[in-house]
């Protein structure tokens, strides 16, 4: 009985540390800084430090519902009549990353007739060094980028979403909050804070992982706030506007958010939606491994979009 009673104190025991070790990874990701994403940038083929210099911007700060400042900038396009774009896209990057991996994309809305404005998550880029929550206060920091941006940028012809990884995920999450959105494009996004772990948790035995979670999910609660089932973005996509068009991509390759996300997000969005996928491709590659395909099925779908005067997706407040 003694030794039953060991046996369980420990495995219990493992599953706390792991628990915790997960709570923690998962929040403080090593993070690139804008250098460092500049030469990943430049390494994959696109100079975003030069993007940055040879396209004017201007650059301001806000402060969250929860009092964290966040940095973002705005990327006016002229169009050829000299006046300016009313149309505006709000970009999101990926975990660990920070505003210049967006800057590819960027430039693809810009040639296409729209603003652009990017923003540093929480914890990445020009912010203070805090922690990543997977979209659970990044959400809320997108929509105040939003409605700040708002009296620096005109949107009176619509704005749209874009995110790539942990941005996409960010972009699902906001998206049902926000009215009069005209259009999301997801790239590479996970369905679920919890799933997402499970996938990088590895071989990791099922009898574990289910209940390290369950420790896990009580460390974000206690640490940080974070109430991970509320990071569900397979829920908010469930529950979208069969009116609010929505662009899933992802590559079936990918090994950092398996393509498995994609199979359980698609499917769920009722009405207007269209995705492209690819094989041979890791994750959020696509723009540089396919430039022209990416780049005609964005136009595309964007034309599609803005080709009838219909009117926006009415979001929730």
Same mark, same amino acid.
């Given at each position: 009985m003694v030794t039953v009673l060991i046996i369980?104190? @420990?495995?219990l025991l493992l599953n706390v540390v792991f628990g915790l070790v997960i709570a +923690?990874?998962?929040t403080h990701p090593k993070t690139l800084s804008i250098e460092e994403e500049s030469g990943e940038q430049l390494s994959s083929g696109f100079d975003a430090a030069a993007f940055c210099k040879n396209n004017p911007h201007e650059d301001f700060t806000l402060f969250s519902k929860d009092g964290y400042? @966040?940095?973002y900038s705005v990327f006016p396009c002229s169009m050829e009549d000299g006046t300016r774009s009313r149309r505006?896209?709000? +970009?999101a990057h990926g975990y660990n990353g920070n505003r210049m991996s967006l800057m590819s994309y960027a430039k693809m809305f810009i040639d296409k007739g729209f603003n652009c404005v990017v923003f540093d998550q929480r914890n990445h880029g020009f912010n203070e060094k805090s922690f990543t929550s997977l979209g659970f206060y %990044? %959400? #809320?920091d997108l929509r105040a980028v939003l409605e700040d941006a708002k009296g620096h940028v005109d949107m009176s012809e619509g704005v749209g979403l874009f995110g790539i990884s942990m941005g996409a995920a960010t972009c699902l999450l906001a998206m049902n909050k926000i009215p009069d959105l005209r259009f999301v494009i997801e790239d590479s996004g996970y369905s679920s804070f919890r799933e997402q772990v499970k996938d990088t948790a590895g071989h990791v035995p099922v009898s574990i992982l289910f209940l390290s979670m369950s420790f896990a999910s009580i460390f974000l609660r206690l640490f940080y706030g974070i109430r991970m089932g509320d990071v569900d973005p397979a829920a908010c996509v469930k529950n979208a506007s069969p009116a609010l068009p929505i662009l899933f991509i992802h590559s079936r390759s990918d090994r950092k958010v398996l393509f498995r996300h994609h199979e359980i997000l698609f499917p769920l969005k009722k009405g207007a939606k269209t995705d492209f996928t690819a094989e041979g491709v890791n994750h959020i590659e696509l723009i540089f491994k396919r430039t022209e395909e990416y780049k005609g099925i964005v136009s595309a779908f964007l034309d599609s979009v803005f080709? #009838?005067?219909a009117g926006a997706h009415e979001g929730a407040l």
């Open positions: 369980f104190a @420990i495995f +923690l990874k998962t400042k @966040i940095h505006t896209v709000v +970009l %990044e %959400e #809320s080709a #009838s005067n």
